[in-house]
C-alpha cells in the first residue's frame, strides 16, 4: 500500500505563502496521480490541484495564479506553493494519489490520503 506524509502546513499572515510537501512511500508502482484538497471550516472537501504522473495539471478557479503544484516523481512528492493567502483559503489541506487506472485492482484501492494539515491564516 501507499503512505503519504503531509508537512509544511501551520499560520501564515494574510498575503503571505507557504509550502506543502506529501511524500508517498510503500508501494510507489500504485502512484499515478496526485492532488491537493481542502476544506475548510463548516465546509465540504474540495479540489485545489491536480497534476498527473506526466505533469498535466489543473487548478481550482479559486487558486489559479496564486498557487502551484508541482511534483518530484524520484522523491514520490508532491508539493503545493501557495502564495497570497487570504483567510478564505483557510482549511485542512489534504494529499491524495490515485493509482494509476491501469493498477486499481493490483492496488486494491482507487485512491490514498494523506492525513491532512492545518492551514490558517490570520494576522
Known amino acids: 500500500q501507499v503512505r503519504l506524509v503531509e508537512s509544511g502546513g501551520g499560520l501564515v499572515q494574510p498575503g503571505g505563502s507557504l509550502r506543502l510537501s506529501c511524500a508517498a512511500s510503500?508501494?510507489?508502482?500504485?502512484?499515478?496521480?496526485m492532488a491537493w484538497y481542502r476544506r475548510p471550516p463548516g465546509k465540504e472537501r474540495e479540489l485545489v490541484a491536480h497534476i498527473t504522473s506526466s505533469g498535466s495539471i489543473n487548478y481550482a478557479d479559486s487558486v489559479k495564479g496564486r498557487f502551484t503544484i508541482s511534483r518530484d516523481n524520484a522523491r514520490n512528492t508532491v508539493y503545493l506553493q501557495m502564495n497570497s493567502l487570504s483567510p478564505a483559503d483557510a482549511a485542512v489541506y489534504y494529499c491524495?494519489?490515485?493509482?494509476?487506472?491501469?493498477?486499481?485492482?493490483?492496488?486494491?484501492?482507487?485512491?490514498?490520503w494523506g492525513q491532512g494539515t492545518q492551514i490558517t491564516v490570520s494576522s
Open positions: 510503500g508501494d510507489t508502482s500504485c502512484i499515478g496521480a
Open positions: 491524495k494519489v490515485e493509482p494509476p487506472s491501469t493498477a486499481w485492482i493490483r492496488c486494491g484501492v482507487y485512491f490514498y
